[in-house]
Each structure stands twice: as C-alpha cells, then as structure tokens.
C-alpha cells in the first residue's frame, strides 16, 4: 500500500517494520470539552485505515492519548469549580459515547498523559543529561538549535522559524525557538514532584514518551492533523530522536482541515459543531460517510446540506443491503442477471482495493462502492440466490472497511418497546376486525414519529425522518 508521508513530501510504499504487526500512534483529544466536527475527521480517516489494515491481515496496536492535563483543561475545570481529573473523567466518558457511535474501534490503549509524569520526568532527565534541554528556575526547556534536524517535518528552515517564534512574557528562554517540555507549577494549578521542583509537563512530551512506551523507540506510523504537523509534531520528533539517537516515527500521516460553510470552523463566527449535536440529528454513519467520501488529505467543507446529502447516500445503502436480505428470504423469478452482476461487482471490488492501496483514497473507494450499489439495484431482481448472497456479503465486506452498514442490526432493534407495544396492539385489532381501533393507533404511531406498514411478510414499522 503506498501511502503520503509528510516526512518526506512523497506517496511510499508502506510495510510495517516488524512482519504483519503495524504500529500506530494518533494524537488524541484535549479533554476539556465534547468533541467537535474537526475533532472528528482524524478519529474517522485513521480508525479507517487501521480497519483497512486489519482487512488485509495486520495486527494493529493503534495508540491513541487523551491529553487531561494542559492550559485549557486547568482553566475550564477551575471556571467549573471542579479539579481537572473530574474534567477529564467526564469529557472522557462523553469522548467515547461520540466514538463508539461513530463506530470508531476503541484504541489498543488510550493512555492519559497524568498518568504517565514519571516515564516522562525520565524522559526529560535523558535530555538533559545529552546536553538536549535545560532547568531555569524549575522550568525545563529544549535546546532545539542543538537538533541539527530540526525542522524536517514541516519542511521549514531555522530562519524561517525563528521570525515565528514567540516568547512569552516571564520564560526565560536560552532561544526563542526553544520550547518547555516541565512547567514549574504556578498558583491554582496541579503539580506533580520533579527532580526540578514541583510542575507539570508540557504538552510534546507526552505524546513522544507514550508513544516509545507501548509501540518502541521507532514506530510505524505517526498521524493527526495537518495543524500538528508545526510545532507538535516537529517538537515530538526532536525531543525522542534526540534522546533515542534513533527515527522516532517511519511514517507521518496528515488529515486536511475542516471548514464549516467554507469558512474556519469558529465559535464566534457561529460556525461550530459538536459531533453530538450532529449525531443526534443524523445517523451518525453519515457523518463517517461525509467525511470519508473526501480525501483525507484535503481540505474538507462541511454544512448541513451536505450531511443531509450524505445520509441519503447512507440510505441507499442501507436500502440496497435490506432489499437483498429481503430478496435472498423470498426468492426472486430468474437468474438471467447471474453472470453480469457477478462480473460487474467483482470489477467494482478490485477498484474498491485498488483506490484504498493509494493512499488510502476512500473518496475513489465511495464512489465505487456506490457503483455498486447501483448495479445491485439494477440487477438483483433476476438473480440466483447464491448470487445475491454473493453480492450482499461484498457489500457487507466493503462497508465494513469503511466502517458503515454497522448499525444495521441495531437500527432494526432501535424501535422503543413502547412503540412495538402499540403496534402489537393494531395487529390484535386488525385480527379482530377493529378496524377502527386498529386506524386510531396508526395515527397514534403516526404522531409519534412511526409509520406501520403492512406487507405480505408481516406488519413492519419505520420511523418518519
Ligand atoms: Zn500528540
């Protein structure tokens, strides 16, 4: 599989470094609020590539942060009046009720940075003892000058750097361009014991030490957003090669930005969204559908309309894989279309694989995906049964890959007892010629949100959108 390393501007072929093992490190969530849309497309494109990468036999250690202890998580829990653990507690709970519906896998382990100060406190004593950072009154800071690389990843050079670089008012920095990897504690805030007095870490540190802690000093692939790429990542990449001597990551992946309504995404601009306030309006496979009809690369824009569209396009899917198991259960009149749709779908799935091979290109992969789904409405009313559980379990694979068609057991299950009760209720009435008592239960459904209909397999009910 080739894919775009940001490290070396190229699409590479990707092997993993240890046979049939990839190991993946993704920065995770600063937790002090729910997630928003921009959170959500790194969450999405990655957990598709390792699902991408397990579908082709790879075992996966997909490692993935939760940053619980940082400037906006101190400054939210204090405006709560709550410590910053109970933030991260909540915000923790509220990241992985997001995620799971979003039918993103859960991580091989979702370290928290407070849980990890002492691997760190000894990452930062290498440092210092290679002559890579310095204490100034109980903060440490990186000589990033002395990281002859410096700069690699995000392909700028010193100078240009150095006229970006800030200095905060109080640091007292050796070079602008250095950066903090320990804090020495300030009033209100939490601080763990240092060799250098009491602090807490900076944010780099943390994602270069877990990452070497679960998946080794040289990992495989390394991935997050394109606005890591400067200085986080680059921060990432001095600290561990200079403390290691040895490539930190092999692979650097990158996401495009989000923009709402064609503008950066913005609270005050009014153009913001969480994905609950999404999920709970839409099918949340819709919002993983939008999201992976683009190319992970690129700058992706999102509105209502469009993931309005998107959950159309949902639909069609969710249609086509009902209509087969339908189809497969009753039978159809020929099988005259056998040959043609096999064919047709065997085509299309090469394509599929082919489009996932470069670069992870699921904006290709949709679009043969819906293909396919035309191809299967078009034909499966004259084929075999064989053929159509054939076509069914191709569309079922594919999905899988992109992690969509997931819910569809659920959705079926998803109407409350209390509705399936009324419904219950029509049928005995229907049985008993009420058919007045049976109508006036429909209008009840009706005004609940649910249409029953009745087809020659049974009573079915549907919720309106
Ligand atoms: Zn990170």
Redesign the pocket.
């Given at each position: 599989m080739k894919l775009y390393n940001t490290l070396t501007m190229t699409k590479e072929e990707f092997e993993p470094l240890e046979q049939g093992k990839v190991k993946m490190y993704v920065?995770?969530p600063t937790v002090y609020d729910f997630i928003h849309i921009g959170n959500a497309r790194p969450l999405i494109v990655f957990d598709t590539l390792r699902r991408y990468f397990e579908y082709k036999g790879y075992e996966v250690l997909y490692i993935q942060?939760f940053?619980d202890i940082e400037d906006k998580m101190i400054n939210r829990a204090n405006k709560e009046g709550i410590t910053v653990f109970e933030l991260a507690e909540r915000f923790i709970n509220e990241y992985y009720k997001d995620a799971d519906r979003l039918n993103v896998r859960r991580a091989t382990r979702n370290p928290r940075a407070t849980e990890e100060i002492e691997d760190m406190i000894n990452l930062i004593q290498r440092l210092l003892d290679r002559g890579y950072a310095y204490v100034v009154d109980g903060d440490v800071y990186f000589r990033t000058r002395k990281f002859a690389e410096y700069g690699k990843l995000s392909h700028k050079n010193i100078e240009e750097l150095i006229a970006g670089a800030r200095v905060d008012p109080g640091e007292k920095k050796e070079d602008p361009l250095d950066f903090a990897l320990w804090k020495a504690k300030k009033q209100g805030e939490p601080a763990w014991i240092s060799p250098w007095g009491e602090g807490r870490p900076g944010?780099?540190i943390?994602?270069s030490v877990m990452a070497m802690k679960y998946l080794g000093e040289t990992i495989d692939i390394h991935a997050?957003g394109q606005d890591?790429i400067f200085p986080?990542?680059e921060n990432?990449i001095a600290q561990s090669e200079a403390a290691t001597g040895k490539p930190f990551a092999r692979f650097w992946l990158h996401n495009g930005y989000v923009n709402i309504n064609n503008e950066k995404m913005s609270k005050s601009l009014g153009n913001f969204f969480t994905v609950r306030e999404i999920i709970e309006k839409y099918h949340p496979e819709a919002l993983r559908l939008f999201m992976l009809q683009a190319h992970y690369r690129k700058p992706l824009n999102f509105s209502i309309d469009l993931i309005q569209q998107a959950e159309s396009a949902l639909k069609r899917i969710y249609t086509c894989y009902e209509n087969l198991e339908n189809l497969i259960k009753n039978g159809t009149m020929s099988d005259s279309s056998d040959k043609e749709l096999q064919a047709s779908l065997e085509i299309l799935k090469a394509r599929f694989i082919e489009a996932m091979e470069d670069d992870l290109n699921t904006a290709e992969a949709t679009g043969y995906l819906f293909e396919m789904v035309r191809e299967i409405n078009t034909h499966a009313n004259t084929c075999s049964k064989e053929v159509l559980i054939f076509a069914k379990d191709i569309l079922k694979e594919l999905c899988s890959i992109l992690g969509i068609l997931e819910q569809y057991e659920e959705k079926k299950d998803e109407i409350p007892p209390e509705i399936l009760e009324l419904v219950e209720k029509r049928n005995e009435a229907r049985k008993a010629k009420n058919f007045l008592e049976a109508d006036r239960i429909r209008d009840e459904l009706k005004s609940l949100g649910y249409i029953v209909l009745d087809t020659p397999q049974g009573t079915k009910v549907e919720r309106v959108k």
């Open positions: 920065c995770g942060n940053t944010w780099h943390e994602c997050g890591l986080h990542h990432e």
